[in-house]
């Protein structure tokens, strides 16, 4: 967990705090107090206690297990807040829009599941088009692969396994060793791509967002016919310069 003593205005309880919270999310929403103070570094009486505020406000739940788990209380928080996010986006995806001429997203880490929290349309009478608030699988679309390969591939294979990889079209990946892979790949190029995997005839390419908040990607969706291979490079340098402007926005 990270700390900033040097801060002087900070309030240590309320560091710790988020700083658990944030542990809990990143081991997939609950986690033991052993884990946590193995993870935290701060001694287990003083968890405790920490926890036991977060019970007692609804942040918290704790379960048969007796491990402990996000509560509740923290959806509403987190709706507002990818609401807000959205719409700070949209001035971005837009001029995106207008370079590119295709549709554009931006998605979040939602649980197992990815969760579209804004979107420009492109002008085309053939385009893309995804309901803000609909979550999609990580497997087999743009921002769902940006988003897994943000994280350490253990955690990305627990994440999928979990969730499970159906096959949306002949072309979804459905094996976790070819998926690693994948992910490998889009490590190492900075953009992951959806060739026809979620929609049949449909391309997408997505990159991560570097610094926000919490897990996101920015994607450009069209039909392959538009999105060609030869577009690829351009469209990705788009996509990273409105990444860059995002964290503007965000800081």
Not at 141 to 166: D, F, N
Request: with cysteine.
């Amino acid at each position: 967990m990270s700390r900033d003593p040097g801060s002087p205005n900070r309030v240590q309880a309320l560091h710790r705090a988020f700083g658990l919270l944030e542990l809990m999310a990143d081991g997939g929403g609950e986690m033991p107090l052993s884990q946590l103070a193995a993870r935290s570094g701060l001694p287990l009486p003083t968890i405790y206690r920490i926890i036991r505020t977060l019970v007692d406000s609804g942040y918290v739940r704790q379960l048969p297990s007796r491990s402990y788990a996000l509560g509740p209380r923290l959806i509403g928080l987190g709706e507002s807040a990818s609401r807000k996010l959205g719409t700070w986006a949209r001035p971005v995806l837009a001029d995106l829009v207008e370079t590119v001429g295709e549709t554009a997203n931006m998605a979040m880490l939602d649980g197992d599941m990815a969760v579209y929290v804004a979107q420009v349309p492109s002008r085309h009478s053939m385009r893309m088009f995804t309901e803000v608030g609909r979550r999609v699988f990580l497997h087999d679309t743009g921002v769902g692969k940006a988003l897994l390969a943000q994280l350490p591939p253990e955690t990305a294979r627990e994440i999928v396994l979990r969730a499970g990889m159906p096959a949306a079209t002949t072309r979804s990946i459905t094996d976790p060793d070819v998926l690693e892979k994948e992910l490998d790949r889009t490590r190492s190029r900075g953009y992951a791509i959806d060739d026809a995997e979620q929609e049949t005839g449909v391309r997408c390419l997505a990159v991560p967002v570097v610094g926000a908040p919490t897990l996101t990607a920015i994607s450009v969706s069209g039909p392959e016919g538009r999105i060609t291979s030869a577009s690829i490079p351009g469209v990705v340098t788009h996509l990273q310069a409105a990444a860059v402007r995002l964290i503007q926005e965000f800081a």
